[in-house]
């Protein structure tokens, strides 16, 4: 059972132009909340988070937005660059939750950026 | 090193051969996960390490997934009997210490062994 989706497999954007990448998920649980980014034969490489508490973190070109009662979050990239290009993994943890802490990876969204 | 340690990058395999994966944590780092992705999967989680005690197996697939951790560091990820169903990137992350109001649930991963079984 996919506790978190990224329906969106792939995405292709203009440089300098908006990506939108989107993430949702099913357990009320989850608090805690990660992008990742991942280039071929390297592992991911974490790029920014956001806690339940919040609804906006900020990080130079990359926003994460999260909508607790739609149970959705997005990463935005303004502007995006070619050096952007690569899949990006959403995750979410219960850190509230005794265990593992273990986290709960989409499906991964692969972004394009055209020069 | 400063990153996650992986060895091998590559390993192919005979079904039915047992293999050994290798992870090497950041220094400091008492968590260790072990993960895998199968071909248009996300990551999956296999088996946590909070030092060298393992307190959750939950994911390993079956029991001819065990791994093990020495020293508070290097861990091992050993497939018995492998099947063609294994194959996978195996990904290893590590994290600084248990989750708190300070210490954040992000993990730092390894680039992962790709395991091919013929």
């Known amino acids: 059972d996919q506790q978190v989706k990224q329906n969106s497999p792939s995405l292709s954007v203009q440089e300098g132009r908006i990506s939108i990448l989107n993430c949702d998920y099913t357990?009320?649980?989850?608090?805690?909340f990660l992008w990742y980014k991942k280039y071929p034969a390297e592992g991911p490489t974490f790029l920014i988070s956001?806690?339940?508490?919040?609804d906006k973190n900020e990080d130079g070109r990359f926003t994460v937005f999260l909508n607790k009662s739609a149970k959705h979050l997005s990463l935005h990239i303004v502007p995006s660059q070619p050096g952007d290009s690569a899949v990006y993994f959403c995750a979410a943890s219960a850190m509230r939750v005794r265990g593992a802490n273990n986290l709960f990876f989409g499906t991964g969204t692969r972004l394009t950026v055209i020069p | 090193g400063a990153g996650v340690s992986q060895s091998p990058s590559n390993k192919v395999t005979e079904k039915g051969k047992d293999v050994e994966l290798r992870c090497d944590p950041i220094?400091?780092?008492?968590?260790l996960y072990w993960y895998r992705q199968s071909l248009g999967q996300g990551l999956e989680f296999l088996i946590y390490?909070?030092?060298?005690?393992?307190?959750?197996k939950s994911g390993l697939p079956s029991d001819r997934f065990s791994a093990e951790r020495t020293g508070g560091s290097v861990s091992t990820l050993t497939i018995q009997r492998t099947q063609q169903e294994d194959s996978a990137v195996y990904l290893c992350?590590?994290?600084?210490?248990?989750?708190?109001?300070?210490?954040?649930?992000?993990?730092?991963f390894g680039a992962g062994t790709r395991l091919s079984v013929l």
């Open positions: 992350a590590t994290r600084r210490g248990v989750t708190s109001g300070r210490v954040k649930n992000i993990q730092y």
């Open positions: 220094s400091g780092h008492t968590a």
């Open positions: 357990n009320s649980m989850f608090d805690y």
């Open positions: 390490f909070q030092g060298n005690s393992a307190p959750d």
């Open positions: 956001i806690s339940s508490i919040k």
